[in-house]
């Protein structure tokens, strides 16, 4: 009856990672449905780039679009063009240097509380830390951005959805368990957050330089502005798609480094030259390739984002298969990562291998995806995980508890379970 989903539910990475043993297009059955896995890289490359056949949807997508609505990152192929002219704005490179100033002061406002000795949560901390930059960057003007409720209502809800997302079969998120009821509540304050914020900033009429300006004066080719429940669409998503993912990355950089001491050797000598006790700015990101490669080797190990799921919109023919409308096609960066003949000794973690490749074909590193879905936050996400890294090392040695090895949580993103570290101050 369940096909598949037991063996998923129990050990969901390495169920994907095996795949490729069974041929490039696996069939699975998840209960009721079918669904294919894209395993070879050509065919992820083909998917990725016919985005208009290989459109969102599919099992994962469905429980993802009870939040973000029809957001950018669920929207179907139809309105995605649209969105995305609209949307590209907020993130230009030359927006980059002022969010990474934001960035650093909310980064600041998370570490310099920390005390010598101190054990800490370190998911549960880096997840503080990237609510309070993706708030800041979002909403600057307002005081306390960075410690707006938000956080709360965010951790509730990306729960609910990670839950309904590995829950395949229909219908038990709306059973009313005091889960479900937490989810609901959480879904409306974070409603009600954006909601306030909206007529402030159009009450004030000012650009305040942050994502939320960017999408008030969006227009779109007729001059059409966002409606304000597009608005609350997309700032939910941003809110969900920028948290949690770099704090995903963020966490597992730190049980890393303290299994490999002689990279983090390397990394502490290239923060004490560059910046000498200070923390990270924007323009130091050239002068810290390694903390750079410590966070792209990351992204490869443990891609936040590890499985993605597509609706075929119209009949068509993939890796020799017929596949017909509406079939479910899944990938996964982690599966494709994890391969042998595309990354040697893939499960090492390895930074100097992007020196060797520092351009990998798409396709095969893919923790943002590719072609027009292409996560619309990479250089945001990547900005901000180096800045962190670099700030935190440059004055802390995180170590985590001896003897409780860090295990991934199974969950629709791939983050650590809880575990604790104690800090040590560097300088
Ligand atoms: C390390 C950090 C991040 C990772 C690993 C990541 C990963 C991804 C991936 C894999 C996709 C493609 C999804 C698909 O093809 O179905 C995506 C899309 C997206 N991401 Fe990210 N992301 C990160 C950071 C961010 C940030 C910081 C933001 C915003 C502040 C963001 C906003 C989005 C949006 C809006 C989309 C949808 C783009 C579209 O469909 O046009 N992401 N992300």
Known sequence: MLGHVPAFVRRPYDFVAGLPAHGDLVRLRLGPLDAYVACHPDLVRRMLTEHR????????LDKAREVLGDGLATCSATTHHRQRRMLQPAFDRDRLPGYAALMAEEIAGVTV????????DVPAAMYRLTTAVTARCLFAAHERAGSLPVHESMDVVTRGVAR???????????????GNRRYRRARADLAEITRRLVADYRAAGTDHHDLLSVLLAARDEDGQALSDAEIHDQVVTFLLAGMETTAAALSWVWPLLAAHPAIRDRLHSELDTVLDGRPARHEDLPALPLAARIVTETLRLYPPVWLLSRTVAADTELGGHRIPAGTTILFSPYLLHRRADLFPAPDRFD???????PRP????????????RRCIGDAFGTTEAVLAVATIAAHWTVTPTPGRPVRPRRSSSLSPRPFTATLTRRR
């Open 53 to 60: 056949v290989y459109d969102k949807g599919g099992l994962v």
């Open 113 to 120: 509380p920390w005390r010598n000795g101190e054990v800490i």
């Open 164 to 178: 309904r997302v590995m829950m395949p079969l229909p219908g038990v998120g709306r059973i009313p368990t005091p």
């Open 351 to 357: 930074p100097d291998r992007w020196l060797a490749t």
């Open 361 to 372: 074909t798409p396709g095969t590193y893919a923790p943002f995806g590719a072609g027009a």
